[in-house]
């Protein structure tokens, strides 16, 4: 298995020997790894997953060892039976395991099965606390947190987590398709960072916030996934202090995990994680959703990590005039390299893009017509409903007057001034207040 001093071995050889020649490596190899034959044969994986791979820096800190482990076969068929889950197709893989669709034949629903990869599953230890944090997360009872709904192990020993099946697409499909508008990502702001309050009501961290773990549902509701289940793959100091059963499940020091360019500077430094920690993961996807950049993404791992811990980002500003000065400014605080100087609670990050979002409904119905209603029955009427309604509305008659991502005055920009048009349009359609 490898240990906590042992990756981070690797990864400082890997680092060094990426920034080399091609040419030059193979002495500097030498030297570095000595007579470690395994060590350098880990370190080469990396280099050669890294040059075939453009997309490396998306891989979680866990997959990049995933070159020395040998690739999963399709281990389940459609019909067959695990416990009262019966397969019906395979979803995907990722580094943690194999994902499923599955129907549960008592309460005849869909759901996601996630089979666990034995590599991560082989340390009782290390299996135990995946399963202490994941009781943890299945009572979280939230509509922005996919649901877990149990645990368990196959009769040949595989250990899986049964999860609410979600249908739609992540935000990072979402980003690759089309650029967000301002209310729309606000939305998405407010929707996660109640996910993460809920969660960090019980003391759950969530320790890998990303694109790639926020779902866009058709009907505008926003799931975030994975909770709980970053404990598994995360590794471990050497040697192990006994596990502690808490109430208060946090990432123990000396521990690397996440996404490398959504890593906050203490995930980066192997310390203790707080809440605080999430905070600076989603203003990374903040930053992203408004500007269309991720703010540390460098050409290489090195530079990645060293921008996360030392470098300011552009202004978003700079990036997309068109950004509220207020929202500029809470991305920049929940960047802060110290956590000190970041929101202290989701629950307040929730609030202030609530705030902005009804100054933008405001300014869209000045002289406009009415707008369609507390349409997510939220209980109050702002920009939201505009762009949910249009959403809904737009689709039903196929009529580009509703849609939410319309540049109606061309100026190239989704912003106000368009949903004061949205707004207006809703109004001489008779669709005004009371929803």
Known sequence: MTTHD??????EIFQSARELKPEERS????????DDKSLREEVEALLTADASNKDFLEAPAYELIAPLIPPEE??????????????????????????YLAKDSRLNRDVALKFISPQFASDPARVRRFEQEALAASALNHPNICVIHEFGITES?????????IQGITLREQLSREALSIPQALDIAIQVATALASAHASHIVHRDIKPENIMLRPDGYVKVLDFGLAKLTEILPEPEAPLQASKN????????MGTVKYMSPEQLRHESLGT???IFSLGCVLYEMFSGQRPFLRASVHETLASILRDEPPNLATLRPEVPERLGRIVTRCLAKEPS?????????????????????????QGAGALPGDVNQDGRVDGMDLVRFG?????????????PNADFNADGAVDGTDLAVLASNFGRTGTGSGG
């Open 74 to 99: 399709i281990e389940f068929s459609a019909g067959q039976q695990i416990g009262p889950y019966t397969i019906k197709s395979r979803l995907g893989s990722g580094g943690m395991g194999q994902i």
């Open 249 to 256: 499940i946090s990432t123990e020091a000396g521990t690397l």
């Open 341 to 365: 100087d970041r929101y202290q609670s989701t629950r307040d990050l929730a609030t202030t893009p609530n705030a902005i979002n009804r100054e933008i409904a405001s300014f869209a119905t």
């Open 157 to 165: 020993g595989r250990h899986f987590i049964v999860m609410e099946h």
């Open 6 to 11: 042992r990756w981070l071995r690797i990864k």
């Open 391 to 403: 959403r809904s509305f737009g689709s039903q008659r196929g009529d580009n007057r509703y849609n």
């Open 27 to 34: 002495d500097f190899l030498d030297r570095a790894c000595g």
């Open 276 to 278: 605080t920690s999430d």
